[in-house]
């Protein structure tokens, strides 16, 4: 018997790879692409509502809060535009691009960029409150409760005070470290062939998990474990998905792709 195809309801070309991950609010889906430009597009017609042009690519994943989409293009700047009109209202220049995806809390809009600063910007002005140096490329910053969590290319995870832009801690990994997840007071994030579980508060390591290669996708926390892929160049059957226990880091199960995994996993029910 064949298997049963799920039908296309649409799709949207643009002019270049599309590696932005989608936001979808109020009907509408925000992406980038390496053609220079932020679109929205409908997301029950797949029609074009707007396009924004920037002047790199747009790798990272847009933030949309209260009517206003953030991103950061490989033309070294964060930009903010109108999420009805798709006009500019401004734009921040970093030393080097931005590929990583900014979070949006207090007010201020946080990113990295590639030249080793993670900046925190007031989301009406534009203006920068605090930038902070890190040794390395930057990952996807979390902001939870008072603190910003990222992983740099230093093989650091850092946790940095929202408001001062000052270190509270650092935890040394055994590679570059990926972008972090959290939930109930611990930060799950990949480095190396390692899952990482960091007390949130004191930087202080919980366990880790060996996996058969690198770990660079974002852990997904859902019913008391950690889901992520990997690229397990050592293993036969070679990448997985995995799920591991939140608390204690033991492997429940995994499942073989075939390929690496680097997309984030999604779980509904």
């Known amino acids: 018997m064949a298997e049963e195809k799920t039908p296309l309801k649409w799709k949207f070309k643009t002019g270049g ?14 992406f980038g692409s390496a053609d220079n430009y932020l679109y929205a597009v409908d997301s029950k017609s797949g029609k074009e509502k707007w396009k924004f042009k920037t002047g790199g690519s747009i790798d990272s994943t847009p933030a949309v809060v209260d009517g206003v989409v953030y991103c ?34 207090n007010g201020e809009v946080y990113f990295g960029s590639s030249d080793g600063h993670v900046c925190a910007v007031d989301i009406k002005s534009g203006k920068e409150e605090w930038k902070f140096a890190a040794g390395g490329s930057i990952s996807s910053p979390t902001v939870s409760e008072d603190a910003l969590y990222f992983g740099c290319g230093d093989s650091n995870l850092y946790a940095i005070d929202c408001k001062t832009g000052k270190e509270k801690w650092k935890f040394k990994a055994d590679f570059s470290v990926y972008s972090p997840a ?4 611990i930060v799950f994030f990949g480095s190396s062939d ?12 919980k366990w880790k998990f060996v ?3 690198s770990v660079s996708s974002i852990p997904t926390i859902s019913g008391g474990m950690v889901y992520f892929g990997s690229r397990d160049v050592f293993q036969q059957d070679d990448s997985h998905i995995y799920a591991v226990e939140s608390k204690t ?11 690496y995994v680097s997309s984030s996993p999604v779980v509904v029910d």
């Not at 790879?17 to 925000?30: E, H, K, L, M, N």
């Not at 033309?75 to 209202?89: M, P, Q, R, S």
């Not at 959290?182 to 007071?185: P, Q």
């Open 211 to 213: 996996a058969g290669g």
């Open 182 to 185: 959290i939930s109930d007071g």
């Open 72 to 105: 950061g293009s490989e033309d070294n700047h964060l930009y903010a535009v109108d999420a009805k009109t798709g006009e500019e209202k401004w734009k921040f220049e970093t030393g080097s691009s931005v590929s990583s995806s900014p979070a949006v809390s």
């Open 249 to 259: 880091g033991r492997e429940e199960w995994k499942f073989a792709t075939g390929d």
């Open 194 to 205: 390692h899952l990482f579980a960091v007390d949130s508060k004191s930087g202080k390591e």
């Open 17 to 30: 790879s599309i590696d932005s991950s989608p936001a979808v609010v109020d009907g509408v889906v925000y």
